[in-house]
């Protein structure tokens, strides 16, 4: 038998998201200054099921990175 190789290609894409709240979300609540603060919000999350958790939310701004769990 001959050795039989398979290779499973993945198309990984950049998806962007942004945080936003309604004006009267933020009327009764400061807006977050960091990701961190995210904590303290109401926020809609992700379970990803081939994470088995809940979704980290990642930030990027100015080549520095950081999650955010909420």
């Not at 290609?9 to 603060?37: C, N, W």
Request: aromatic share 8%; proline share 7%.
């Amino acid at each position: 038998m001959e050795n039989v190789c398979c290779i499973a290609s993945i198309k990984k894409t950049l998806v962007r998201m942004a945080v936003v709240a309604s004006p009267t979300y933020f009327s009764k609540h400061l807006p977050p200054q960091e990701p961190h603060d995210l904590a303290n919000h109401v926020c809609i999350n992700l379970r990803l099921p081939i994470k088995g958790g809940l979704y980290a939310w990642e930030f990027q701004k100015n080549g520095h990175e950081a999650k955010a769990h909420v």
